[in-house]
């Protein structure tokens, strides 16, 4: 897994030493611990996990810069994609956002096991943390892997992200009609669609896209609106 992980950073211009490689594979090693007692994901050779999801979340760092930012990583999951950035660059302010309480707990668990306890993990619904002064408009990138569409996600994510600052979503290469029609969410949540990035992630022949999108006005009072009121009318 280490030779995978090894390799692939190369390809992304990356590299980490012995700790790090270290870190990364206790990570893989504890999720797969738990995932033979909790679903957090179908991926179960470690080799794969280093490309799919390790090598695949650190992708961003030829999307973005990230260094020295506060960032949050919306419905996180497993971590991906914002431990494993956090893993490769400690002066990222990391908060992990998942709505389902089991996954928060392996993730608190799992941050305290790797060493890494600045890391914030919330339990909370995006729709009603954003509308928190604590949060709104706060951070300076937001991530996100999630399997919405990206006008929901864009109701969900943009409100956390202050003016000048970036939402990474994280898609599938063919997602042209998918950004076309997120360009209204994007127009009415104070954003702005930037060039988006493609990528190969490495050891594969899998193709992803980063959308970006810069915040350029505060998002409006009333959004978001309640998760029902999102499903029922998408921006």
Known sequence: MEQTLRTGLSTLGLSAG???????????RLLLETNQVMNLTAITDPDQVAKLHFLDSLSLFSAWPLHDSRMLDVGSGAGFPGLPLRLMEPSISLTLLDSTGKRVSFLSELCSQLGVTDVT????????????????????????????????????????????????????????????????????????????????????????????????????????????????APL
């Open 18 to 28: 012995p700790p790090v490689l270290h870190l990364f594979s206790d990570y893989s």
């Open 121 to 232: 993990c919330i339990h909370g619904r995006a729709e009603e943390l954003s509308s928190s002064p604590e949060y709104r408009e706060t951070f300076d990138i937001c991530v996100s892997r999630a399997v919405a569409e990206l006008n929901v996600l864009c109701e969900l994510c943009l409100p956390f992200v202050r003016v000048g600052g970036v939402f990474l979503a994280m898609k599938a290469a063919g997602s042209d009609d998918e950004i076309s029609g997120a360009a209204n969410a994007v127009r009415i949540l104070g954003g702005e669609l930037l060039p988006h990035f493609d990528y190969t992630v490495p050891g594969t022949e899998i193709l992803h896209r980063v959308v970006r999108i810069r915040k350029s006005f505060p998002a409006p009072k009333g959004y978001p609106r309640r998760f029902s009121a999102i499903k029922k």
